[in-house]
């Protein structure tokens, strides 16, 4: 299933190319894949191959950032499904993973006027 409409007419939030292991759960059940994109509302990753969520469906995201000890958690529901990948959109975030996507983020777009735009967006 994917969503109607051109995904980058509805972009407000820069997405920025990161490949990295992660970790979907859903209540008991959890699901090692990869990421493939990140922004301060959402993220890309590659579709388990046993994964069988749903639109709107809740998860928790956990996804390592270089060493095994930083990470960024949110929790986070699916916003579209396809073309071997699942879309998540951010419904909350720690102060410590905020911080963490944040630096990620500004590293990655090296523009911080935007990034603090996509920040007071977020308000």
């Not at 990161?18 to 970790?23: H, I």
Request: glycine share 8%; proline share 4%.
């Amino acid at each position: 299933m994917t969503t109607s409409g051109n995904p980058e007419e509805r972009r407000r939030f820069r997405r920025v190319l990161f490949d990295a292991p992660m970790r979907i759960s859903e209540g008991e059940k959890s699901f090692e894949t990869t990421l493939l994109d990140l922004s301060l509302k959402g993220a890309l990753v590659v579709c388990p191959p046993d994964w069988s969520g749903q639109p709107d469906q809740s998860v928790e995201l956990d996804i390592k950032l270089g060493d095994s000890e930083t990470r960024i958690k949110m929790q986070a529901s699916v916003a579209h499904i396809g073309d071997g990948a699942i879309g998540f959109r951010c419904n909350t975030i720690d102060m410590e993973s905020i911080t963490h996507l944040r630096r990620l983020v500004e590293l990655n777009t090296g523009d911080a006027e935007l990034l603090e735009r996509e920040l007071e967006a977020l308000a």
